[in-house]
């Protein structure tokens, strides 16, 4: 068994829950994250009960896992964002909040109940711990997975570690990971993060974010590896649900979450296919030729991640890869080269050899990729000067020669010159950058 990928409700915070519930079943995720909250299921409506047992019914329908999240901004005070908080004066609030949603999270019969610190200072530390206590006293026996979120008292997850020590293991205390917290303030990436969490894991959100800065971005737009993310997860044995969460995304959600479905969907095959090429390197065979197919957005970036996993557990990877360049598509031979850049120094006579095959051929962008950062470190001066002026004839920009301006010469200079020579003589334009490399006007 593995995790459940989810949704959350707060990206939908336009739309009916219903109608939310059903879009996010409809695009393939297996489970919520449930945000409580005045426009979806407020926990303080005189008919909670009953309104509860509706979606349970629904839930089940739609076949839909869920846990419940606590981060509605003006749930509790229409004037100020998230407060109370277990840091502030009237704690009381929030903890009565915390076990109305336990409540409602066993009659769901959801995972856990997630929630964070608050905003405050060193010295809210007690009072943090004796709020949490007291969440954890009272209503149902339902986990509480703490969430470190940037800014607030505990913002890494050593902090969510060490409160739950000081508190004495409480069985019932868990932690929740949002794997872009980790890129924004972490010293360590997503993956490490849930690794140390380890057994302690009972909530996962997903979302993509940039060093430094607490901002939800989508997939591919900060800097989180996604699917060595979810390959922890994966290796971790996790089995709770993972959901995504982009609460101000709620203008577009629809598109929104199709699109992270379809990046999860992706970066789960790949981080799969990673985890077969360490156990068995050979497989690099079943997979290389599926990632146009499996990985359409991020192709490239896919084959190169594939071969790197195979030269780190070949024994000798320089057949194989022989291999799958001469038997592989246009696609996949472009993948090799490409690849070449990060594997090419552990089979660097492999990689000249299929370099110098790229050369000959005809194909323009095979050509392209040949003349990348791997020949400039490895091709020899004479095959390598040969190589800019096949660009040259074939029409391909210099700008995809790695090192043009390291490694030109004198001879160089001197066959561009003489092409440039040829190409007046027939009546025909010199291509700019051969100017350029010349040192001549356009």
Known sequence: MT??????????????????????????????????????????????????????????????????????????DPRRKHHPTLVSENQEVRVDFLVRAKRIAADLGADCVSFWSGVGSSDSWEHLKSGVEAALAGGPAVPLALEPEPCMVVERLDQALRLREELGD????????????????????????????????????????????????????????????????????????AAVELPRHSHAAPVVAGRSFEALRAAKWLAGAEQSLRADPSSIRTFFPVVGRAVPSGEREARTRLLVAYVEHAGDPAEGLTTLYRQGTSAERLGVLRGL??????????????????????????????????????????????GVLKCLFTGIPLTVVSDLDRRADDELRRMVSAFADERRAAGRPVPADALDLLGEAA
């Open 3 to 76: 995790f459940d990928l989810g949704y959350g409700t707060n990206g939908f915070a336009n739309h009916r829950l219903d109608d939310a519930l059903a879009i996010i079943a409809d695009l393939g995720y297996t489970a919520v994250a449930l945000t409580l909250d005045h426009h979806h299921l407020d926990p303080y409506a005189a008919d909670v009960g009953a309104r509860t047992e509706r979606l349970a019914t629904r839930l089940s329908a739609l076949g839909l896992r869920v846990v419940v999240e606590t981060g509605a901004r003006y749930l509790l």
């Open 170 to 241: 409480p069985g019932l205390l868990g932690i929740t990971v949002d794997v872009g917290h980790c890129v924004a303030v972490e010293w360590q990436d997503a993956a490490a993060c849930l690794r140390q969490a380890g057994g302690l894991l009972m909530n996962v959100q997903l979302d993509d974010m940039a060093q430094g800065v607490h901002e939800h971005l989508e997939f591919g737009e900060g800097q989180l590896d996604l699917p060595d993310t979810l390959g922890a997860l994966t290796d971790l044995g996790y089995t709770g649900v």
């Open 341 to 386: 850049a990060q594997i090419g120094d552990r089979v660097p006579d492999t990689g000249v050899e299929l370099v110098k095959d790229a050369l000959r051929c005809n194909e323009t962008g095979l050509v392209a990729a040949a003349m990348g950062a791997f020949a400039a470190r490895h091709l020899d001066q004479h095959t390598w000067r040969h």
